[in-house]
């Protein structure tokens, strides 16, 4: 099956500096690779997310890069701000029955002001 | 996340006692599932329905049963906790879509589970 890891576990960056989180898979059948963000004592919330057909996509200071042949995908922050301070999970699907997602880890964000 | 609600929210149980996870969605959704989120180890899934009726077993199923007897509900029963099952569990729902975009998946707030 799918297995995701995701690198750093922690990360910590001076406010308006920028932050990148990369996750690396396994099953070149993955085609669909969501970004999402937890704050405490909350649930994820979808951040940003890309599929295989395409390299990279932005949403405003958020992007997500996708590299299918070396099997990695990476999340950049830039300008960071406080409240981007959360911690951070990539996730991958092959989308075939039931759609499941596999998670990474996880990444702990701090953004120091 | 409007939409999925989760009860209880809180909970301590002892070894061996049972209880039952509450996952409710009122988005018409099919596809429902739940997650346990240990530290260090991201969300893993433990089951998962497609339907109305139908389960499947996730990742890491030992310990776990589910039931969707009706669309919008999907329970998880923990028949004898153990401690190994403290946990923050997590409900997610989507709608059956051959386009699948995260933007349609809900997660619940999640569950604080403590056995002790």
């Known amino acids: 099956g799918e297995n995701v890891e995701q690198h750093p576990s922690t990360l910590s960056v001076q406010e308006g500096d920028s932050a990148v989180i990369k996750c690396t898979y396994s099953d070149s059948a993955s085609n669909y690779f969501p970004w999402y963000k937890q704050e405490l004592g909350k649930g994820p919330q979808l951040i940003i997310d890309?599929?295989?057909?395409?390299g990279e996509k932005k949403d405003q200071r958020i992007a997500v890069t996708l590299n299918k042949t070396a099997k990695h995908f990476s999340l950049h922050i830039t300008e960071t701000q406080p409240e981007d301070s959360a911690v951070y999970f990539c996730?991958?699907?092959?989308?075939?029955?039931?759609?499941?997602?596999?998670f990474g880890a996880g990444t702990i964000l701090r953004v120091k002001s | 996340n409007a939409g999925v609600t989760q009860t209880p929210k809180f909970r301590v149980l002892k070894t061996g006692q049972s209880m039952t996870l509450l996952c409710a969605q009122d988005m018409n959704h099919e596809y429902m599932y739940w997650y346990r989120q240990d530290p260090g180890m991201g969300l893993r899934l433990i089951h998962y329905?497609?339907?109305?009726?139908?389960?499947a077993k996730g990742e890491v199923p030992d310990g776990y049963n589910v039931s969707r007897l009706k669309k919008q509900n999907f329970l998880l029963g923990l028949e004898s906790a153990a401690p190994s099952q403290t946990s923050v569990y997590f409900c997610a729902s989507i709608p059956q879509t051959e386009d699948f975009s995260g933007n349609t998946i809900y997660f619940g707030e999640g569950s604080w589970l403590t056995v002790v």
């Open positions: 329905s497609v339907g109305e009726g139908t389960t």
């Open positions: 890309i599929r295989s057909n395409v």
């Open positions: 996730a991958a699907s092959t989308m075939e029955y039931g759609n499941k997602l596999v």
